[in-house]
């Protein structure tokens, strides 16, 4: 990744497209992450002596691409933070799913984390998505979904639990592969009420390029 691609910043916020493939924070792998990149772009965007503040917010797994918010200062981090935990953002993703899903629908269920993956279990987490079909062709659905919750692969889980694993998931049952070790996963938009202006704003993202055509 040569260049950060920015879809909007200001003294409080900056907005980025996540490339599938690309760890939001660092791990024990080493590989830079986007939070690494995006507090460099700051850094040299306002020529900032010393490491620039950047603050996260809300994570998308590796696999996964889209719209990423990260707070430019730590007053900005608490009140995007507390909207997260309120589930007062408005967020949209993209799905492509095997099989022929109904044309909308409510998904609602208990998921637990067990270590790296998380299940469908009584002893789990509320969990509570809306959704509708945009397209169905060839064995692929093309699904919206809304979730109201934020629990771990909770789209992934879901979907999958009811035999529609999202193309490229092997750790949920996917038989149809997808390119780059990636997930046929889009975080589309995210809605969100600006932490000093108050202004409700959406920032939206464009889906990897190798996702079919007719499917963006």
Known sequence: MNALDVIYMDNHLLVVRKPAGMLVQGDRTGDRSLLEYGKAYVKAAFNKPGDAFLGLVHRLDRPTSGVMVFARTSK????????????????????????KTPREGRMADSLLRVGPSSTVSDRGREAVLGFRRLRFERGISWVEVRPKTGRH????????????????????????????????????SLTLSHPTRKEQMTFHAAPEAFWPPRFQ
């Open 76 to 99: 900005a981090a608490a009140r995007l933070s507390e909207q997260f935990r309120a589930h007062k953002i408005g967020k949209v993703y993209w799905a492509l799913v095997e099989g």
């Open 153 to 188: 692969h909770q789209i992934r889980v879901q979907f999958a639990h009811r035999g529609h694993p999202v193309l490229g998931d092997l750790r949920y049952g996917a038989k149809v592969g997808f390119p780059e070790k990636s997930l046929a996963l889009h975080a589309r």
